[in-house]
């Protein structure tokens, strides 16, 4: 239990300083609006370069690639780490593609369904996005839940159990007393953390005296674990293609991404932001997969992939600076879960609660929106009590859902005003079913993921609407 005590200590001190931190340029800020709900949602355009940076990469760095990514490559080797980099260039696409344009609009929206709902004006599209953010955030939150429980148990010998209640309280402290700005800030600081963290942990595995013997007679046993294509050859080039689109491309289409977009400052912050979030990036996805792989070399009788974070730290360090090490991982599952929770409260309050009662008062808003908070986390904690072996496949699995609803309608929506609502709703319900249905069929052809295709007939039956519509509108006017 003595590593429980630094985890504890700075997961205190960083309540504290970052709410004090929001709160001292809350005061400052010209920028903010006078909404008092609107300032709980968004905090005002107030993202600069490296803030906006540090938030947009630990929250898309997540249990995922603290765990489970770790995990895979230590059941895949190489090949997983060469897979995971693909994503590096996510923040170029976010901040360079769709920043400029989110900038450039005229009005400031507080969740990424209003924004949908004041480009296309109709009310299923609004619906159909808001359950399917709420539903994918609750699976991801779930995911996040079980890293945060498994790296509390792993490094301090506690219960899943008690792990489980402990990191879900603190993800509640954090959530509820602060609004979107002083997640963002959270954000930044657990960043920092992380890296900080994943630096001493690579360091510490190489500097192990027998980590190169090892190592060799691990490869020479098992040649796969340093093969491009992983063990079994799992990894093959449609699997990798179809991950560039899952982990890379197709995240301009997850909605906690897109969020932060709302709150850019300005242009200049929009570039600074690419160069930061793109060495960050790099670093937060290379070092803890090369970690996994190190891991199975030093550590290969684990049953459960995923454990290997845990056991790394636990068995390389000392209790108590394994405790001060575990701040790195729990910084960076602490980091996602705080952002999905709060959004998908949010877009139930402001999405759906507000349109229904317009009336509500700003204080109402934010009290409802807290009370929903306390809901999400009771049903993830839920889904999260039996967990499975690898949380990357959940992970992926809700990661490929949002982009199948919300990608096209996003892109469509900022460089083609002529699509109409009809259209971006068509895309919208055809992604998620062909989707849904595909994930049912895993594993597919040429291990291709379910999201290639679901994008594909996303697309096709978003051309096919418009250009019907389009069709008929030119005939209308012929015909008069």
Not at 159 to 172: H, I, K, P, Q
Not at 323 to 330: N, V
Request: aromatic content about 10%; glycine content about 8%.
């Amino acid at each position: 239990m003595t590593s429980l005590l630094p985890v504890v200590i700075y997961l205190g001190l960083s309540l504290v300083i970052t709410r004090v931190w929001s709160a001292r340029q809350t005061k400052q800020s010209a920028l903010l609006d006078t909404d008092k709900a609107k300032r709980f949602f968004i905090g005002g355009a107030f993202l600069g370069g490296p803030l906006l940076a540090l938030t947009l990469v630990a929250t898309y760095t997540s249990a995922g690639s603290f765990i489970g990514g770790p995990g895979a490559a230590y059941k895949f080797g190489l090949g997983w780490v060469w897979l995971a980099v693909i994503q590096v260039p996510v923040v170029i696409l976010a901040l360079g593609v769709l920043g400029p344009k989110f900038l450039a609009q005229k009005q400031r929206y507080s969740t990424i369904i209003e924004w949908l709902d004041a480009r296309y004006n109709n009310h299923w599209l609004s619906m159909i996005a808001m359950l399917s953010l709420v539903i994918g955030f609750i699976a991801m939150i779930a995911v996040q839940f079980i890293g945060g429980a498994r790296l509390l148990a792993g490094v301090t010998g506690i219960s899943y159990e008690l792990g489980l209640a402990v990191f879900v309280l603190t993800v509640l402290a954090y959530t509820l007393t602060g609004g979107f700005r002083a997640v963002v800030l959270t954000d930044a600081l657990q960043g920092m953390v992380m890296l900080l963290g994943l630096f001493i942990l690579l360091a510490v595995i190489l500097s192990q005296p027998q980590l190169a013997d090892l190592l060799e007679q691990t490869t020479h046993n098992t040649p796969e674990l340093v093969s491009p294509h992983g063990v079994g050859a799992a990894l093959g080039w449609p699997m990798m293609l179809s991950f560039w689109v899952l982990i890379c491309f197709g995240t301009m289409g997850l909605p906690h991404t897109i969020v932060r977009l709302l709150a850019v400052k300005d242009t200049k912050s929009l570039k600074r932001g690419m160069i930061w979030g793109t060495i960050i990036c790099f670093l937060m996805t290379l070092i803890p997969h090369l970690c996994g792989f190190f891991g199975r070399v030093l550590f290969p009788e684990l049953a459960i992939p995923d454990e290997i974070m845990p056991t790394l730290i636990a068995e390389l360090m000392t209790p108590f600076w394994a405790g001060i090490l575990l701040a790195a991982p729990i910084a960076a599952v602490m980091s996602s879960v705080d952002s999905m929770l709060l959004q998908s409260a949010v877009s139930i309050v402001r999405d759906g609660a507000v349109r229904a009662y317009p009336q509500m008062s700003a204080t109402r808003q934010v009290r409802f929106t807290q009370g929903v908070m306390l809901v999400i986390t009771v049903l993830a904690c839920f889904w999260a009590v039996q967990p499975p072996d690898m949380i990357v496949w959940i992970n992926l699995a809700a990661f490929g859902a949002l982009q199948a609803v919300f990608l096209w309608p996003i892109i469509a929506g900022l460089f083609w005003p002529s699509v109409s609502a009809r259209s971006a709703l068509i895309a919208m319900c055809s992604g998620l079913i062909s989707y849904l249905a595909l994930q049912a069929q895993i594993p597919l052809k040429e291990s291709v993921h379910p999201i290639v295709p679901a994008l594909a007939i996303s697309l096709l039956m978003l051309l096919l609407s418009h250009g019907y519509q389009g069709f008929l509108s030119k005939r209308s006017c012929n015909a008069n």
